[in-house]
């Protein structure tokens, strides 16, 4: 099968599997030439399989030599389809991460079930003993409510007013403006309910109730708070009150960890990334590429990987963390230095819309945007035919 990309409304619904092999394996060689540090032993990464999630486990693994297991829920081939990204970022970080001779264990299903969290605890009552770190990093569009039986969804709206903002078709490569309408207090319900913290409270209740964590335990979960621009769409919608409820969690969860364990829970507020949602967020992508753009100028931009690495090696386990009022980790500080917004603020908002995607910020978006899903990886012939069931019997078991 030749696999190009297949994207419906700005949405990939396949997945190149030897670009996302391309895609681990640049984290990890990237993670291979930092620094290493002494961080946990035993991590636990709900949601490792892609974006923060995946790059926290490859730092981890290879920074401080970790034992992670990881929960994602993702989609294996069948027939055409070629499955999510996600699946094969799991198969090949388990094919490279054999070098580290860790201990790196794929859970797939849905970590807000019952059923996951006990598979989960009988893992590490065989194997592992005890947790060192949890990272919860879960970004999910529904949550099943098993007790009502119920697929709840989260929704992306603003609260109080409408807002209007562009956006880019990523295969016309036009700019566009995307409509946000306003939350109803269902919809902000629901999306508190998918996004916020009582899933991440849950699952440190479940491992506290079986004792697996270990003396000087830590928590983290990631937040993103972000500046003027983004604020009427992000922190002031639908999406912000799912993270002031996860923040809030995490304070009930320090105060348990604390007590019992000597340990911690708290929040990192993290950069602006690409990720599959970006586009769906009026400015967002534009944000995004400006923010990259001022970034490199100012010699401050730093990839996924970086971010997590600098994350756990300085500020987790090393002297150097940096947080604000409310105890949250400014992983963003650099994001959020008064000059830097200051010239994405006023580049998003003189440039033309032709302008904007000339810029090299916009050209990197664009090509993490394809690269997250196995695209547009220059070592990869792409015209070359992909026999899925092969390359499924060639993987590690
Ligand atoms: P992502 O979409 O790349 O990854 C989400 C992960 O959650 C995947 O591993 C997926 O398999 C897993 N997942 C989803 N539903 C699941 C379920 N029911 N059961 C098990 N696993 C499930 O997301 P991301 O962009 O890395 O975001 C992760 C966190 O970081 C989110 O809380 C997000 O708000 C936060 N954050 C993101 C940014 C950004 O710019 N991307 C910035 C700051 C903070």
Known sequence: ???????RSNFFTNAHPLGCRQNVLNQINEAKALCTFQGPKNVLIIGGSSGYGLASRIALAYGSNSNTLNVSFENEPKGSKTGSAGWWNNIYFQEFAKETNQIHKDFVGDAFSSEMKQNVINYIKEHLGGIDLVIYSLASGGRMNYETNELVRSHIKTLGEDAVGKTIDVVSKEIYNLTLTQGSEQEVKDTVYVM???????????LDHEKLLNKHVKTLSYTYIGGPTTVKIYRGGTLGKAKEDLEKHAVMIDVLLKDKYLGEAAISSSKAV????SVFIPQMTIYVSCLYEVMKKHGVHESILAHKHRLFSEMVYGNKRIVDDQNRIRLDHLEMESHIQKETVEMMTTLSNDELLQLHGTKIFL???YQINGFVFDSIDYSK????????????K
């Open 196 to 206: 916020g913290g009582s899933d991440w409270y849950a699952w440190m209740l479940a």
């Open 385 to 396: 035919d992909v026999d899925l069931e092969t390359l499924a019997k060639q993987l590690p």
């Open 1 to 7: 099968m030749i696999i190009e990309p297949n994207i």
């Open 274 to 277: 690409t990720t599959k949602a």
């Open 367 to 369: 090509r993490d945007f």
